[in-house]
């Protein structure tokens, strides 16, 4: 079973940005997107036929530190190979990490868009190497070798077909709270907590969501108008969860949709 699989997946992540022609060009240049419709206040990007990433353009929106919403939108390649060609593609680019961790479910890089928004791109390690201890998988955050993930051969072209949004990683103001929420109203199994992080998956994923205080504990309801992360859209199978319209307590919509 795949992540897509599951009784629970991302289907498009929605962003509010200040400039719509830099940011989509990010996703496009060196995430390697497709732009698949763009007008002059959105622009929807992904592969294939498949939506990721949703632009809403809104000049005035503004960031406001310590808030609630968006750590960072994690894309998934289909193969470590297209993540080695990948790796290799933004340092010709010039793009600057933040970071890269082998997670012992997967393998990671950190970066973050023109207007601060947190991007994860990785693979997965194959499920049977996934330790398990009944709901829980061992997850951990060890330096990776990037030596050994360039060490591949051909070009990166741009996101392969079968590129997905793994999971999203939400800043929240309390982990007990996002923890009922989670595990109550989306119906997803928490696979690891930390005192200050909480992960949580559907059909044994490792996580399609997960939550952490590091920059917003004790934040409360987002702002009007704010810049960054407007909406999240899941896809379910169905009888899985009510279709429609969902928000966490800090005021972060989601769109509940069919698979």
């Known amino acids: 079973m795949s992540e897509t699989d599951t009784p629970l997946s991302i289907g498009r992540v929605i962003l509010t940005v200040n400039n719509l022609d830099v940011v989509s060009g990010f996703y ?21 036929e498949t939506p990721l990433i949703e632009l809403r353009h809104d000049r005035l929106a503004r960031h406001h530190p310590g808030e609630a919403g968006l750590f960072h939108t994690a894309f998934l390649l289909p193969s470590r190979r297209d993540l080695g060609l990948w790796t290799r593609h933004i340092r010709e680019f010039g793009v600057s990490l933040d970071g890269a961790s082998d997670h012992l479910v997967s393998e990671a890089l950190y970066l973050r868009d023109p207007e601060g928004n947190g991007i994860e791109v990785y693979v997965d390690r194959p499920r049977p190497e996934w330790v398990r201890h009944g709901n829980d998988i061992k997850m951990a955050t060890e330096p990776l070798d990037l030596s050994d993930l360039t060490n591949v051969q051909g070009a990166w072209t741009g996101a392969p077909d079968g590129t997905v949004i793994g999971h999203v990683h939400l800043c929240v103001g309390d982990i007990e709270t996002a923890d009922r929420f989670m595990t109550g109203p989306l119906g997803l199994t928490r696979t690891s907590r930390w005192p200050s992080a909480g992960w949580y998956g559907s059909g044994g994923y490792h996580h399609q969501l997960a939550a952490n205080v590091w920059y917003s504990r004790g934040a409360e309801r987002r702002s009007p108008g704010s810049r960054g992360l407007a909406e999240i859209e899941l896809l379910v199978q169905p009888e899985t969860l009510p279709l429609g319209p969902m928000e966490d307590p ?6 509940i949709a069919l698979a």
């Open 28 to 48: 496009e240049n060196v995430i390697g997107l497709s732009l698949m419709d763009r007008d002059g206040e959105t622009a929807l990007l992904g592969t294939g």
């Open 250 to 255: 800090w005021g972060t919509q989601f769109t």
